[in-house]
C-alpha cells in the first residue's frame, strides 16, 4: 500500500529529541512542512511567529511545563481549525486520562515506524 503524500504543515511538540527528529524526518521524507519544538513553550513561540497555517499539532502527552493537553488548548486558541494527534509511551488510556479533556481524540502510542506514524498522521488530517 502506497502511502499518500501530504502538503501540510505539522508542529512537532516532543521533549525527547530522538523521537522529535525521527518524527521529523519521516514527515519531511513525505512532503510535509514540519516546525518542530522542544517544549510546550518553544512550541507556543514558534507558532505565535508563524505566519501561515499548521494544520496538525502532534504532540507528546507527558512533558516537563507545559502538558500535551495544555499545548493543544493554547494552540487551538491561535488555530481554531487545527487538528490534534497526541502520542505517548504510556497506554491511551492512562495518558489521556491526566492530561487531555477531550474525549475521541487522536493518538499514537509510542516507539511507532515511520509507516505507523505516516498513516496516522493522514488519517487525522483526512478525517477519517
Known amino acids: 500500500m502506497t502511502l499518500k503524500r501530504g502538503t501540510e504543515t505539522i508542529l512537532v511538540v516532543d ?3 530522538v523521537i522529535r527528529d525521527i518524527t521529523a524526518v519521516a ?3 513525505h512532503g510535509y512542512t514540519v516546525m518542530v519544538a522542544r517544549s510546550g513553550a518553544e512550541a507556543l513561540a514558534l507558532l505565535k511567529d508563524h505566519d501561515g497555517v499548521v494544520h496538525l499539532l502532534l504532540t507528546d502527552i ?3 511545563g507545559l502538558s500535551g493537553g495544555e499545548v493543544a488548548e493554547a494552540v487551538a486558541a491561535m488555530q481554531p481549525a487545527i487538528k490534534v494527534l497526541f502520542m505517548s509511551g504510556y ?3 492512562a495518558a489521556l486520562h491526566d492530561n487531555v479533556r477531550d474525549e475521541g481524540v487522536a493518538f499514537l502510542a509510542k516507539p511507532f515506524v515511520p509507516n505507523i506514524l ?3 498522521v493522514r488519517s487525522v488530517l483526512d478525517g477519517v
Do not use: E
Open 91 to 93: 497506554s491511551a488510556g
Open 118 to 120: 505516516l498513516r496516522k
Open 62 to 64: 507527558s512533558m516537563p
Open 15 to 17: 521533549d525527547d529529541v
Open 27 to 29: 514527515l519531511r521524507t
